[in-house]
Nanobody, 117 residues
Framework: QVQLVESGGGLVQAGGSLRLSCVASRITFSIHDMGWYRQAPGKQRELVAV???????NYADSVKGRFTISRDNAKNTVYLQMNNLKLEDTAVYYCNARYRLLGTNSWGQGTQVTVSS
């Protein structure tokens, strides 16, 4: 069973930065598309950023220019660098691994990001 473990969340002031990490195990990491999603209280889970197995990236409009997703296949790790954080970025951030060929989809347990004024 795929295991995804997120870390790096925390409390930060508006305008600050955080870097989230997600380490994957029991997975052929390099063939998976990896993504970050978030869910704020009372809202649906939404896509933040994805990076394909080939390295292509896609971002939600709300984070473009502020967040950067990257991956290190040698470390089975995907990162989300978050700069210029805003109050509305407060949410639980989830790591996702998707293997398009088989349609499999796995989630981490989430890490809380809280942005204060």
């Amino acid at each position: 069973q795929v295991q995804l473990v997120e870390s790096g969340g925390g409390l930060v002031q508006a305008g600050g930065s955080l870097r989230l990490s997600c380490v994957a195990s029991r997975i052929t990491f390099s063939i998976h598309d990896m993504g970050w999603y978030r869910q704020a209280p009372g809202k649906q889970r939404e896509l933040v950023a994805v990076i394909s197995s080939g390295g292509s990236t896609n971002y939600a409009d709300s984070v473009k220019g502020r967040f950067t997703i990257s991956r290190d296949n040698a470390k089975n790790t995907v990162y989300l660098q978050m700069n210029n954080l805003k109050l509305e970025d407060t949410a639980v951030y989830y790591c996702n691994a998707r293997y398009r060929l088989l349609g499999t989809n796995s989630w981490g347990q989430g890490t809380q990001v809280t942005v204060s004024s």
